[in-house]
């Protein structure tokens, strides 16, 4: 049980920085060399290294060597295992949300009877 947990937390980290929301949106055309993810980005090196370790820890981006040159991209299987917890974590699947249900207000039927 605990290890979804700890895995959930190594997948979500990956969202939880600007930069690697630039970095998964960047790769969402396709591979790209480290080189220019660092000049998109205009980071450090080490910085970009920082965030691919994440990504790749993370099982959602892929990398792939190529003589000196470190290449990334998506990996179907990991963005496939984030909607997997997120949704075991919130019982709400993709393409389930009903606008109405998730913005409307709690109604004071919890056990407690409280309003949230």
């Not at 979500?12 to 949106?25: G, T």
């Not at 060399?33 to 990504?55: F, G, N, P, R, Y």
Request: glycine fraction near 10%; hydrophobic fraction near 35%.
């Amino acid at each position: 049980m605990e290890d979804r947990y700890q895995e959930g937390s190594i997948v979500f980290k990956a969202f939880c920085n600007e930069y690697r929301l630039q970095i998964l949106e960047r790769l969402s055309t396709g591979e790209k060399c480290a080189c220019d993810l660092q000049e998109h980005l205009d980071i450090s090196q080490s910085t970009l290294s920082h965030h691919m370790k994440v990504l790749c820890a993370s099982g959602i981006v892929v990398a792939r060597q190529e003589g000196k040159w470190t290449h990334y991209s998506i990996n179907r299987a990991g963005v496939a295992r984030a909607q997997e917890l997120l949704a075991a974590f919130t019982g709400v699947r993709l393409g389930e949300v009903d606008p109405s249900v998730a913005s409307a207000p709690a109604r004071g039927d919890g056990p407690c009877g409280c309003s949230g």
